[in-house]
């Protein structure tokens, strides 16, 4: 079966300073990878998508990047964090064909704060 | 532009009373609907779908209903229980990514 990881759950991090987010599947070969936002009372915003290993769609400008090194593995990145970047990231893997196409299978997520 | 709107922020509904959460759509072209239930702190869990194809998909005691001419779909709980309490968001499949609502809150009162 295929599960997915990410990490930290938590971060607390100072304005200004890097961020690195990790996500990982397992169980399933070239997934199509997600990272979404949520800020707090609100809905799930899209920031980057990818198809592919070093494919990778923003959906929005934005103080962030991400990127795919392995089929399995995609990164969130920021070299400087801003107070606005705060939220829950979640990733997301959905499969490339068949049932599995259109739906999305998330993350526990990790919950940002910027001080 | 909201593509995917979910018009009530929150819903309270009585134990075993029926829960209908609504969400409507703007584009024509979306074929594939999607339910999303989440709890705080968590990643969102798949709940049910529904083709285009379709108007009526049901799935124990969750049925989603799609209206195309209306643009409209709708998700019914009965009876709602205790553990229903989440956010559920609406989604629709297009071009390998989710168009999503921004999500309604059901509370079930005991």
């Known amino acids: 079966s295929q599960t997915i990881h990410q990490w930290p759950a938590t971060l607390v991090q100072p304005v200004g300073s890097p961020l690195s987010l990790e996500c990982t599947v397992e169980?399933?070969?070239?997934?199509?990878l997600y990272w979404y936002r949520q800020a707090a009372g609100r809905g799930l915003q899209l920031l980057f998508y990818?198809?592919?290993?070093?494919?990778i769609s923003s959906e929005v400008p934005q103080n962030l990047s991400a990127s795919r090194p392995q089929d399995r593995q995609f990164i969130l990145s920021s070299k400087k964090l801003l107070l606005s970047d705060s939220g829950f990231y979640l990733c997301?893997?959905?499969?490339?064909?068949?049932?599995?196409?259109?739906?999305?299978?998330f993350g526990p997520g990790t919950r940002l704060t910027v001080l | 532009d909201q593509q995917v709107k979910q018009n009530s922020p929150s819903l309270s509904v009585q134990e075993g009373r029926i829960s209908i959460l609504n969400c409507d759509y703007t584009?024509?072209?979306?074929?594939?609907f999607l339910w999303y239930k989440k709890y705080p702190a968590e990643g969102p869990t798949f709940l049910i779908s529904?083709?285009?194809i379709k108007d009526k998909n049901e799935d124990g005691r969750f049925t989603v209903f799609l209206n195309k001419s209306a643009k409209h779909l709708s998700l019914h709980i009965v009876p709602s229980q205790p553990g229903d309490s989440a956010v559920y968001f609406c989604?629709?499949?297009?071009?390998?990514?989710?168009?999503w609502g921004a999500g309604t809150k059901l509370i079930i009162k005991p």
């Open positions: 989604a629709a499949a297009y071009n390998y990514q989710l168009i």
């Open positions: 584009n024509s072209m979306f074929d594939y």
């Open positions: 529904i083709s285009s």
């Open positions: 169980g399933t070969s070239n997934p199509n």
């Open positions: 990818s198809v592919g290993i070093g494919q």
């Open positions: 997301a893997w959905s499969g490339v064909s068949g049932s599995s196409y259109n739906e999305q299978f």
